[in-house]
């Protein structure tokens, strides 16, 4: 017969942290914990195989094991030195469930098992302290009777609650020792008229409940769906740990605390913890008592902050070294153990039981960004880990909040809605309803938040000079929402609760009415819409940070570029390490800030045949021309990918009366003229529509013009001895002929530029793949392309049917109800449009192997997505400026998951 | 050496039709008649071998090939009883090109090759007709400058009209012989001192020209772009045809002719022909003198209907059967050498010089789809072919023709307009601009064809009274286009020159006006907008057709089932031989006919909760279980395949002020509200929107309603002893969890349903794979599923990245540059769609392996995606009731071609 049962305590255990599978997770680490020497209370894991034996079994215990129970149970009385339903003093124990992975909220546990009528005069005895003892007692009664039983939990509560008004109180803790035990007569009174039987006295029956009880918890609805939703086997089972209680709150001689091994907050090598005297575990996370420090430092930095002297410091609040110094001594040694032990940051939960220190938990620590980067970089000066480990000890997402600047964590703000946070960071400002008045504002010097139902690419100059941006409606991948994250502005996107009356230049959110110029913040790392102006605070980039950024780059094998439209955002992500523009839309360019450019923008549209569409063009050319030498100058000798013009034309036209009057009389036509325009380019889907590469077959001309800009721009700077690398994409290509011959034309007007210029290039003609057919036949396709670009925004539009700018209706409820696992505008889908990535690149390089293959999409600053980007042998990755520090981590975790380079 | 040169002629020739590779397709046709015994003109072919050997040798001919062309114009001379070049009896030859598949257009013809100042002498000799001699020396040397020599043709244009002014002429005819000689004077002249070269007078000299001239125009670019657009390797090369000139034009001995072996038309069994005397080819086809019959019994028939005496027409227009009987004789048998042959209705040109016939050319004449039916299927019962080769002779789309009432052939019309032929037939009507008005004139006994700028589904009422529909925008599968087919009703839609002012109630097209009550007529079949009320014509359904659909039916391995709503759809298309509906959409029920319903579905909309919405569903449950009975009945015991809802709700609601205050009336609400829930559904992209089962997920309570009605329906005609099939088909999945979740749902209602009733009912559900995503996942989707529809309009917008109501502004540009070689939602993308249908397919079957698998998108009743829909292991198509009959007879073909029984 194979063992049933595993013991741990007094510094040995049956398991160790490997034996997960058998002992479950829980009980795995407890096993590991005294192993190495930590005072863990004593107790046993029945394994995760008497679970799945006792389902085989028609729900029976296998033969023997409550024999090896009582062996077990013998040895955690040795090891405690108390007897379990011994009535003087006596062994309490609880009980909890521990599958393979963790399952949250599966099973209650069952706490202070072994008490009855007896052995709470013994637990009275032992603690000195008969108030603690019965209420140990009721709440046990309360918890098995719930739990084992199947009580209703609120028929307890309401007997309490009468007790309480009988007595004229109205707290629990008010109640006395003698109001507890006649609450247990009460409970116990209760569940014979009501369940039909006694409550169980002997501590073995109330054991051999609660054990089945964590069996049955394994096939309750609860687990099932939890399984289901992750994918957990049914097979797998759960173990059930069964551990000698202690308690911090018998007196002053014991006390309870939670410590980190290091500041998660800074990541400084200090030990860092708080603690409570004559107390249990939850009354520390509780908050009702103020918790001391455990360190003398800490204690003393603590009474100056808040005005207390040195004298009522030491008596009211002394720090733990003070209070009971060996059993700091002891943690410190702990502490120093255990990061030895597990190599990271540990979050431990300890209690003192009359001057007896035992460790409840231990776990890796949460921490901040910047701690964690910088007990990552310290541990491998310490020499505790390696660079490797150090790169997969950060979180890439967490680097993002080390990028913008945040509301001070310690103030108190009023948070009066919530929407999507589409944009890290914190802004201040005064609300404004439109671009113009967001320039007018800020012209006079204001800082402004633009508030809007949606923004459009009209809105972008006033987006550039906002703060922050809140709109009404849109997703993750709104027009708001990635324009923002471009230029790495804070946004908060898709807030339903806002109600915008442009035309009145009010928002209404929940009941709060902001006016033009009222104070108002937002936290685009959270979606938070806070009242007036909140405190923020610049965040500190340390010296670790760099140091982290520079392993990356010696570890990653896939690029990192960036989608950059401005010379601005070109800089910023040079300086955050991009390694070249992997997206310059032109679309941007054509807005602002010359009033010129958008009236020629205009004039093409409206032009009525290809000579006028060419004289327009040939307005808008030297505007292109000056943004791309901008570009290519600030870039250097990186390489840069321009797309040609991808959106439909009607963006470019106002939609509102009063726009279209107002370019009617600029151009001087009469306003119908306008108004037909915009009806004629009106599309049911424009998503779907006259975008992209459709533009360049039909009006030629344009595209033309837009690659005559590029190579004049490269030409100059060329000449100039400034080595450019143009590399001009082709956007929504779905057919060979159409790159063909956007390309052939394009071709032609590069090679009539140099030879104009005198200047010979280096050149690449590409093409975005961002419609499913693209991948399809990409083996096609890549006869005319020197590289790809997945659009993966586009790519998860059509591979869905999603619109991004609709899906709001219901995207967040299949993300709720797990029909999707993650917004698939953020995290790549995989399963789905990843097989087209894998598709299109796999088949793009049958046909040219050394195709150049990137990634355009929001998703290039995703983790996750970047590490699929990694396995499918792209070459890079592009995202915004902010992202890129995030997108050299992320490339690094996948070369080091999955290694390229040999 | 190999041979590279074949002789034709006298009864025996080289090559065959086998042969086409190295003859070309025209040197092998020549070869192959020639064999037959039938009296074509003698010549020869150089292979295309030769063209290829003069390329490889920097464009010099192959050894010997000078000797062999010369011994085969011997044989030609022999044949011919002339001599190359003899001044008395001239052999003037052709010189043609002749590629393995035709290419046309590659190169013009060099016709009356041989002509010379003396040789011309030797045709007036042998045709005793000067001014045909120096007609045919002019035009020569015209054909030859400009083909060969590369002078400009509008050169010696102008010397003619030169020469007609001098002599106070209009027409080139009106010049004597001696213009014409003086006209070849001038020409030479004009060589002379504009090509700085004489006219080469030596007929060998011409000959060698002349082939050179073919070999170049293999490369020539207007050759290169065709080769390129159609695949053709450069590697083919084109053959030369050099053949013997005969003349009809020699006097009233000669003639020219063209004859079918049947009537095209009818498809009669009779010989069919016309001819001229004293004429060429062109002039019977130029039409300036009216031809006459062949056969006396069709000459004496066009006299009676032309009103001519049995004397004037013996004099004045004879049949061939009496003018030259024994020619006529020599047709007769020729006629059925050649279908014997060539076992189908053959189109021969002939020509008859100084009483000896001459055959020019034969193939397989084109035909109406009536005739193509009744000669295949006559053929058959004639010995002539078998069943098989009947099938394939009869190409689907012309059954097409049989199926809906056309215009009069013979009617003069006035075509004022063209837009897409989008759904066949014609229609004759009174204009009317309103789905209300339609149903107010219909009432009154009118017959109106319905304009709109665009349909929606609102107008189904309407267009269900009208004759015909016609539209100013979309595409071949916008809304009108669809329903309309569906309904096998004319529809013309996308007819951009028409100006549709709804308003005032007119139509403006290319300047002629139509207001309300004004004639008009539509040609669905050709997308002609025409003046007026044109004479139709009923389409006469011979036996044949019947045949041949019963011979299919033995044939395929596919099944058809059609798309129908209506119980007059169902009923249609049972009648056309479908074996179940393969697509019942449910949302045109929400509209008509009972006012009730529409009333009902926008309850549901504006409903604020759950409990509202289901209150609103118990209104609309009734009459979809009545509609559903309604089709059960019709449809017996065959399958019905039931969509749930998906369109986007607010396609359901007005959205001109009008119908939102009828609406806000009608439904006790004030007007804002309907205006408020109309913004508050619209959509950016309603495509890709809230629409198909992410209605179903977010509001199941609609879908929930939906199968109630169906099996509420099904369970009332099992109980009358009907058998019945409920397929219920959830639209728009793209993850498993979306189907997984409404299955579930859906399997309870069905069962409560069926478990009240007291009635158990087989039926499937399963779902429509209309996404790229749903089709790269399809395994998964299986697991869910018990049959797949692949939604191919959906499949192929969301592959494309097109909206086919907006793609109108680029795709006809697209076929036109033959960057797409078809519309691609008419026909399906088998490159690109294809493979998601494939990988859809075999993933779904690797799950379940007897999945049942169909298409019900437009391609269901299109031949060439019925082929790939077979190819790929399909089970059945779907499609239209009036292309049920077309899909019957493709699916068959696709057998035939493809055959899936061993």
Redesign the interface.
């Known amino acids: 017969m194979s063992k049933n049962v595993y013991f741990f305590g007094n510094g040995r255990a049956d398991g160790t942290a490997e034996m997960r599978n058998l002992l479950g997770g829980k009980g795995a680490n407890l096993a590991e914990m005294t192993n190495l020497g930590i005072p863990v209370p004593a107790g046993f894991t029945i394994t995760t195989e008497v679970c799945t034996a006792y389902y085989q079994n028609n729900r029976q215990w296998p033969a023997g094991l409550e024999e090896e129970i009582r062996e077990n149970m013998k040895k955690v009385e040795a090891a405690m030195g108390k007897g379990f339903g011994d009535v003087n003093n006596p062994l309490l124990v609880s009980v909890r469930s521990g599958a393979r992975v963790s399952m949250p909220g599966m099973m209650d546990t069952i706490l202070n098992l072994g008490l009855n009528d007896e052995t709470v005069q013994g637990l009275i005895k032992s603690s000195g302290n008969e108030r603690f003892a019965w209420d140990s007692y009721r709440r046990f009664i309360q918890m098995y009777s719930n739990v084992v039983l199947g009580a209703d939990h609120s028929k307890f509560e309401a007997i309490i609650e009468e007790k309480k008004k009988e007595r004229g109180v109205t707290l629990d803790n008010e109640l006395t020792a003698e109001d507890l035990k006649d609450l247990v007569a009460q409970y116990k009174a209760w569940i014979k008229a009501n369940l039909n039987r006694e409550f169980p006295t002997d501590p073995w029956e109330q054991l051999r409940g609660a054990i089945n009880a964590v069996f049955l918890s394994w096939m309750n609805p609860r687990a099932i769906t939890y399984r289901k939703l992750h994918k957990i086997p049914e097979e797998w089972g759960t173990a059930v740990n069964v551990q000698a209680m202690v308690f911090g709150n018998m007196g002053d001689n014991s006390a309870t605390g939670v410590a980190f091994t290091r500041n998660p907050s800074t990541g400084e090598n200090v030990f860092y913890g708080e603690f409570l005297i004559n107390a249990q575990g939850e009354d520390v996370v509780a908050g009702i008592r103020t918790p001391q420090e455990i360190s003398l430092a800490a204690s003393q930095q603590w009474a100056k902050e808040n005005g207390i002297s040195e004298e009522e410091r030491k008596a009211k609040y002394p720090s733990l070294e003070e209070y009971m110094p060996e059993c700091y001594q002891q943690l410190l040694e702990l502490r120093k153990k255990l990061e030895g032990h597990y190599k990271d940051m540990q979050d431990i939960e300890f209690t003192i039981e009359n001057r007896k220190l035992y460790m409840l938990q231990t776990r890796n620590g949460k921490r901040t960004g910047q701690a964690a980067i910088k007990i990552a970089v310290d541990m491998v000066e310490e020499g505790l880990i390696d660079k490797k480990t150090a790169l997969l000890r950060v979180e890439p997402e967490q680097l993002d909040q080390l990028l913008h600047p945040m509301i001070d964590p310690k103030a108190k703000v009023t948070i009066v809605g919530k929407g999507l946070p589409a944009s890290p960071g914190a802004a201040v400002g005064q609300v404004v309803f439109s671009a113009e008045d967001a320039e007018r504002w800020h012209e006079q010097g204001h800082k402004v938040i633009l508030v809007r139902t949606e923004t459009s690419p009209e809105d972008i100059s006033g987006m550039h000079v906002a703060q922050g941006i809140l709109t009404a409606r849109g997703g993750m991948t709104s027009h708001a929402a990635v324009v923002a994250r471009g230029m790495g502005k804070c946004c908060v996107a898709g807030c339903g609760e806002a109600v915008v009356d442009e035309a009145n230049k009010k928002v209404t959110i929940n009941g709060h009415v902001f006016k033009e110029g009222d104070w108002m913040t937002l936290n685009g790392s959270t979606g938070d819409v806070i009242l007036g102006q909140a405190p923020l605070v610049e965040p500190e980039i340390a010296g670790s940070f760099q140091t982290l950024m520079t392993w990356a780059d010696e570890v990653r094998t896939l690029q990192v570029r960036t989608n950059a439209d401005t010379p601005h955002d070109a800089k910023v992500a040079r300086d955050f390490g991009a390694q070249g523009i992997g997206l310059c839309r032109t679309e941007h360019m054509f807005f602002g800030p010359e009033p010129e450019r958008i009236k020629a923008v205009r004039e093409m549209i409206l032009a009525e045949d290809g000579e006028a569409r060419k004289k327009a063009l040939s307005k808008i050319l030297p505007y292109q021309k000056a943004d791309f030498i901008a570009i290519f100058e600030t870039m250097k000798d990186l390489p840069v990918t321009i797309r040609l013009l991808d959106p439909p034309l009607h963006e470019f036209l106002p939609h509102d009366r009063k726009g279209q009057e107002e370019m009617a009389k600029e151009m001087g036509i009469p306003v119908e003229k306008v108004i037909e325009k915009v009806n004629a380019l009106s ?8 975008r992209g590469c ?1 533009l360049g ?2 009006y030629p001309e344009i595209f033309a013009t837009q690659v005559q800009a590029i190579f004049e721009a490269a030409c100059a700077l060329a000449k100039k001895g400034q080595k450019v690398v143009p590399e001009v994409m082709i956007p ?1 290509v ?2 060979t ?2 790159l063909q ?1 956007i390309r052939e034309y394009s071709v032609k007007v590069a090679e009539e530029v140099m030879a104009r210029e005198g200047v010979k290039l280096e050149y690449l003609i590409g093409t975005m793949i ?4 693209a991948a ?2 990409a083996d096609q396709i890549a006869e005319y392309a020197d590289f790809f670009s997945f659009g993966t925004n ?1 790519m998860t ?7 991004r ?3 709001g ?2 995207l967040p ?2 993300v709720e ?4 696992k993650d917004d698939v505008f953020q995290k790549l ?1 995989q ?3 990843g ?2 990535l894998e598709i299109g690149l796999t088949k793009g390089r049958a046909t040219r192997p050394n195709l150049k293959v990137g990634i355009c999409g929001e998703h290039g600053g995703d983790p996750s997505s970047i590490e699929f980007c990694h396995k499918i042998g792209m070459d890079y990755v592009s995202c915004s400026p902010y992202r890129v520090p995030i997108a050299r981590l992320a490339a690094a975790q996948a070369e080091l998951k999955n290694p390229r380079r040999k």
């Open positions: 599309e049911f889907n424009p998503m779907l529509g006259f459709r077959i039909i929504l779905g057919t002929g159409e011959k961002e419609l499913p057919r399809l036949i586009d539009q059509m591979t869905f049917g999603y619109s700018d609709d899906a209706r219901f409820t299949y109800q797990k029909i999707l889908d399963e789905g449009v097989q087209l």
